[in-house]
C-alpha cells in the first residue's frame, strides 16, 4: 500500500468565517520528515470560494510520501438553506508537479450539509467522489463528517473531520486551533489515517491570516 498524502483536501468552507482572504501555512511532520503545505483561498460572502493549495513540498527528511509538490485549484459554493443549515457544493483539481511517474490529473468533488445548532458548535455531514488518480484504487465514492466545537469562541476551537474508505484520502483529522489574535489562527493537530490504507500518523502545526 501506498504511504498516505495527509490533509490533502478542503471540503467544509462555510464553517470558516465568511468573506476575505486567507493564507495558510501548513506542515506535515512524520517518519521524520516534513512537508509544508501553502494555501491561499478567497471567500465572498454571497458563499463562493476561489484557492490554490501547493501540498506536501519536502523540507526536511527523506521523502516518504506518495505524492510530492502537488498543485491544486479550490471552488466551491455555499446556499443558506435557513439560519442553521446551508448546503456547500465544490471541487479541487490539480496534479502532482513534479518527482511523479506520470503526471495524471487529480480530481475531487463533494456536496456537503453543515450545521450550525449554536454559537459554539458546527458540524457537517455530506458525500464526495474522488478519481482513482488521487485515491489511488478504485474506490471513488464515500462519505465524509466533522465538527467544530467553539470552547472559547474566537480563541479556542477543536475541528475533526473524517473521509470514509480505505484509499488515498481516508482517515480523520484533529486539529485544535488558537485565536493569538484579530485575524490570525494558530493550530496543533494529528492525521490519523484509515486502517489498511498503508498510511502513518503525522502532525499537523500550522499558523493562518485572514485580510477581511
Do not use: C
Not at 72 to 101: C, E, M
Not at 140 to 156: D, N, T
Amino acid at each position: 500500500m501506498h504511504e498516505k498524502a495527509p490533509k490533502r483536501i478542503k471540503v467544509n468552507p462555510a464553517t470558516e468565517e465568511s468573506g476575505g482572504l486567507t493564507l495558510t501555512q501548513e506542515f506535515n511532520i512524520y517518519r521524520g520528515a516534513a512537508y509544508a503545505n501553502i494555501v491561499i483561498d478567497y471567500a465572498t460572502r454571497d458563499g463562493w470560494v476561489f484557492g490554490m493549495q501547493l501540498l506536501n513540498v519536502p523540507v526536511a527528511g527523506d521523502g516518504a510520501q506518495t505524492f510530492q509538490n502537488d498543485g491544486y485549484l479550490i471552488l466551491s459554493k455555499t446556499f443558506t438553506i435557513n439560519d442553521a443549515w446551508s448546503l456547500a457544493v465544490g471541487a479541487q483539481n490539480g496534479r502532482v508537479l513534479t518527482h511523479a511517474p506520470a503526471h495524471r490529473w487529480h480530481h475531487f468533488s463533494f456536496l456537503d450539509n453543515q450545521f450550525t445548532p449554536g454559537e459554539r458548535l458546527n458540524f457537517h455531514l455530506g458525500a464526495f467522489y474522488v478519481n482513482d488518480a488521487l485515491a489511488t484504487i478504485h474506490q471513488p465514492y464515500g462519505a465524509m463528517a466533522g465538527f467544530e466545537i467553539r470552547m472559547l469562541p474566537k480563541v479556542l476551537h477543536l475541528q475533526a473531520d473524517y473521509f470514509s474508505g480505505t484509499s488515498n484520502i481516508s482517515g480523520n483529522i484533529v486539529n485544535l486551533f488558537y485565536y493569538p489574535a484579530a485575524n490570525w489562527q494558530t493550530y496543533l493537530g494529528v492525521n490519523m489515517p484509515a486502517p489498511h490504507t498503508g498510511g502513518e500518523f503525522a502532525g499537523n502545526v500550522g499558523i493562518a491570516y485572514n485580510w477581511r
